[in-house]
């Protein structure tokens, strides 16, 4: 599709982005879709306030769904997209800017890449919040195996209690056990002095990056599983003449 018209494609999918933190605001299910966590961060953070994004199947929901406001607000690792950036990042947004609030989000894979960092945020006396989207696997990896080869390998994985875990550096551990927990525990970290982490399941049965309406339609998963993902395509706009500039032809 040719696009003339900047605005125009930037306004739909702007609309798209408001309209979504609409429909999940109530969305009770549980594990958590990545697209309500994002949006209760966004409600939990001011303009100025930093979150700093990890690599894995969250960053790129982060990229799609999280509204930002002013620059520098929105930190992603892209390039070399290194795992484990998250909590030093964190480190690093708030020795610059001490007294922003900082959100970091990351996997459970790219958390246990540089956990042991925890003790340095403590013993710099740091404050901020390390949000972790558990799932127990290396999410886009497991996704685009079972897009090319119909199964997955290697990618899942089991992990230590994140409450006791961050207790021991002398952090604060939680753990959000319904839809209803994540805001008032992000509020509740925000304002503790030190680190707080944060262990939130989440559902990622919509991760659809990187899968072509061909390639799901060709993947030998089973149906049940191919249903969310077309859904998901179809609510993005990535089957939909929508994202056409009115004076395309």
Same mark, same amino acid.
């Given at each position: 599709?040719?696009? $003339? ?23 009770? &299910?549980?594990?958590? *879709? ?11 953070? #001011? ?22 406001? $002013? ?65 127990? &696997?290396?999410?886009?990896? *497991?996704? $685009?195996?079972?897009? =090319? =080869?119909?199964?997955?390998? =290697? ?12 207790? %021991?550096?002398?952090? #604060? ?22 680190? &707080? ?7 990622? %049965? ?6 072509? *309406? $061909? &390639? ?25 003449? #929508? ?7």
């Amino acid at each position: 599709v040719r696009i $003339k018209e900047t605005k125009h494609i930037i306004s739909i999918l702007r609309n798209s982005v408001t309209e979504e933190c609409k429909t999940t605001h109530d969305d009770t &299910s549980f594990p958590m *879709k990545p697209q309500k966590i994002l949006c209760v961060v966004r409600e939990v953070l #001011k303009p100025d306030d930093i979150l700093i994004s990890d690599v894995g199947a969250h960053k790129l929901w982060i990229s799609r769904m999280y509204p930002v406001y $002013k620059p520098n607000t929105c930190i992603i690792s892209n390039g070399f997209a290194s795992m484990g950036i998250a909590l030093p990042g964190a480190i690093a947004a708030k020795l610059v800017y001490p007294e922003r609030q900082v959100i970091a989000i990351m996997g459970d894979g790219g958390f246990l890449m540089n956990s042991q960092e925890i003790e340095t945020a403590t013993r710099l006396g740091l404050s901020f919040v390390s949000l972790i989207f558990h799932d127990n &696997s290396y999410g886009v990896i *497991k996704s $685009k195996q079972l897009n =090319f =080869f119909g199964r997955s390998a =290697f990618v899942d994985f089991s992990n230590p209690d994140f409450v006791k875990y961050a207790e %021991s550096f002398g952090a #604060k551990g939680y753990r959000v056990e319904s839809a209803n927990d994540l805001k008032p525990i992000l509020q509740d970290a925000i304002k503790q002095r030190g680190v &707080s982490v944060v262990d939130c399941p989440v559902d990622y %049965s919509e991760n659809i990056f990187g899968l072509s *309406k $061909k &390639s799901i339609n060709h993947t030998k998963v089973g149906a049940e599983n191919l249903q969310p993902l077309h859904m998901a395509r179809s609510k993005y706009f990535l089957d939909s003449p #929508k994202l056409s500039s009115p004076n395309t032809k």
